[in-house]
């Protein structure tokens, strides 16, 4: 039985062999479009191996004596928005054969009907336009019709010649008389809309982008707010500045920063957490009005609004206050939002459909920090600038079941914390929150019109921070002494990092640094907002991911 049974085996894979051999020699040597050449000539949907489409590009290739398949650029006379603004008004059933035109772009689709017309859907720049391929009107001196009909799939990257002209339904067409492959897609794409997977979609941004095409609007879309950022800094007399993304201290902000090591300096350096520092010592150098958009780095947690390497724009301005800044702030957010509004009034979608739209109408909602605090809790807060008060501020964590902050526990760290429980879940309608704890704010002045608090403002959306500004402590004795408890409040690890840029920066203080407001904005986040985004990654072209 045992036997039998080998046997049998024998002769399947005998059978199975020689039909491999007789299929790879079959399409090494012949040419037959139906089957080598034509992975869409039986069916338009059919779905094909990546080792069947490199068999029939090499056959096609050896056919036409070694034809390139990756020939130089060619120039197209019109890129596809402008061939399609050009002659988008010429009537149905029309043929201009004299208005020749050359098109470039990538193959979103094709329609074949029997073996002598094709329709393809070439798509450049956010546009798509309809190819007309006939047998009759074909006239390439090199490739057949037939072959060019067989080896053009979904996804290549061909170059169009032909003229002008919109079929009987109206379709706006370039009515081909030769097309040739300038880049073939050698894998098969997915469906269009259909990569819905977003682990998939972010390690493959490329297949995102060619498939969804929503993507693609995303990151126009973000190209144009941060446009308008700067052109409405640059409107108010801003100068666009570069500070350092490496140096001996990350600077500026409270968060950990990414460390890595100079061979030629031979010492550690950090990538920046924020440039404030930097753009300050401009300041009191005497460039009165800078900004820098760019990458900023955080060693921290990853999740829908958060992202270790992200975008900002920081601005800091001479002789403004933070309320002059709130100010500012709401004329931006209503240029940046009129792109995107449906109404008069400013509205967006909220990114969650069950909360009501967003409307960037001015004035927007100011609430205080502490009496906010103590509305909803409804209880007195303890002196939140001294840090006995801590143990009184945890209590209130575990009574009302939030969350603790990571340890070692200190004023800022508790508050920031709580306003995150208490504060920013009921700022859905663009707000700004003022008034916050000086122990909260340590590169902030004090309020004049209220004692122990910061000049500083936040604007939050959707419930996240999107700015925050405040009008800039400029005293060196004041700012070296609220540093160094702020040094204190960290832990051993943070405290090994050192406080180069802290004494550096109070140094530069000593010189005098006019009175000036200073100003950030996530433009990730504002990015979300606007686009319709729920998460940071999806605004982002490669967010970071796990290995």
Known sequence: TWGFIFFLRMICVSLATRRLLNSSRYHLTNLNPKIQLGFRSLSDTTHISDIDRKAALESFKKKYNNITLYPPAIQPTKSIPSFIKEFSHIEPNTEIQEKKEILVGRVGNRRSHGGKLLFLDLEGEGSQVQLKVTQKGYSDPIVSFEDTASIITRGDIIVAYGYVGKTKAGELSLICDSIRLLAPCL???????????????????????????????????????????????????????????????????????????????????????????????IVIGGLERVYELGKQFRNENIDATHNPEFTTCEFYATNLTADDLMELTEELFVEMAKPFASTNNLTIPALNKTKPDISFSRPFKRIDFVSEIENVLKCKLPDVNDPKSIPILESLFNKHNFELPPSPYSLGKLLDSLAGYVIEPQCHQPTFVINHPLSLSPLSKENPNKIGCAHRFEMFVHGFEVVNAYSELNDPEEQDKRFSEQWEQKDEGEKLLGRGADEDFCNALNYGLPPTAGWGIGIDRVCMLLTGKSTIKDVMLFPTLRS
């Open 187 to 281: 894998k098969q794409l997915p469906e269009k809309n259909k990569l819905t997977d977003p682990d998939t979609r972010f390690r493959n941004r490329h297949l995102d982008l060619l498939v969804n095409t929503d993507m693609r609007s995303v990151f126009y879309n973000r190209s144009q707010i941060i446009k308008c950022i700067r052109k409405f800094l640059d409107d108010r007399q801003f100068l666009e500045v570069e500070t350092p993304i490496l140096a001996s201290s990350g600077g500026g902000a409270t968060a950990r920063p990414f460390i890595t090591h100079s061979i030629g300096l031979n010492e550690n350096l950090q990538l920046r957490i924020s440039p404030e520092l930097f753009l300050k010592t």
